[in-house]
């Protein structure tokens, strides 16, 4: 089974401080990959930064980071600065290829994470 | 703005009525996913569509269909609908098959009473 957790269901942390949101997930493929959306207040899904398992490299996106330890299956993020704009759940997912062509996102439960002023 | 659009924002039906929810991609994107996020459940991925065709099925129950017409927007079709149907159902679209990062539309509220 292909399953995603987020062990967190909801932080808070202090604005301009630095905060790390959990994941892991479970897989037997080799190949897949994995994204951290943002659902803000407005409801809209918002692609944060995606990973491919295959690079070892950690990918960035300005104030997002995530370290990837594909050995443990483990895929956090790590939010540098936070601004009050990131007060939003959180939604750690994943894609492997099926077959066919069919890839569909499997994702957590979510985390709801505040931003203080 | 994803560029995807979805239609209607909101919806307010009774039980066993049936809706349609429409979903238009980003331009040049051939796929068409369709979640739902309900409270309990979370996203769960309902289906996949191609250039037209379906290459995928998630938790979609029998009485839910859709399909991908040929200027590639796509319908979702609820029937018979019961209170356990209210949920956020979200479209997305990405340029073809591959595990492409897919962008979402701004989702359908739908309430059942």
């Known amino acids: 089974a292909q399953t995603v957790t987020q062990s967190q269901p909801e932080m808070s942390v202090q604005e301009a401080e630095t905060v790390t949101l959990s994941c892991t997930y479970d897989t037997s493929e080799s190949n897949y990959y994995l994204f951290w959306y943002k659902q803000p207040p407005s409801r809209q899904m918002i692609l944060v930064i995606r990973q491919e398992a295959y690079k070892q490299q950690n990918a960035t996106e300005n104030r997002f980071s995530v370290n990837f330890q594909k050995a443990a299956k483990s895929f956090s993020l790590k939010i540098s600065d936070s601004q009050l704009g990131d007060t939003a759940m959180y939604f750690c997912?994943?894609?492997?290829?099926?077959?066919?062509?069919?890839?569909?996102?499997?994702f957590g439960k979510g985390m709801k994470l505040t931003v203080n002023p | 703005d994803s560029g995807v659009t979805q239609t209607p924002k909101h919806l307010i039906t009774a039980t066993g009525q049936r809706v349609t929810l429409r979903c238009s991609p980003r331009s040049g994107d051939l796929s068409v996913y369709w979640y739902q996020q309900s409270l309990d459940q979370g996203l769960q991925f309902l289906i996949q569509y191609y250039n037209g065709e379906e290459r995928a099925k998630g938790n979609i129950l029998e009485r839910f269909s859709a399909q991908q017409f040929p200027d590639l927007h796509s319908e979702l079709n609820l029937s018979s609908l019961e209170l356990g149907d209210s949920a956020l159902y979200f479209c997305?679209?990405?340029?073809?098959?591959?595990?492409?990062?897919?962008?979402f539309g701004p989702g359908t509220r739908l309430t059942v009473t």
């Open positions: 997305a679209s990405t340029i073809g098959t591959g595990p492409y990062e897919q962008y």
């Open positions: 997912a994943f894609i492997v290829s099926g077959r066919g062509g069919s890839e569909k996102l499997v």
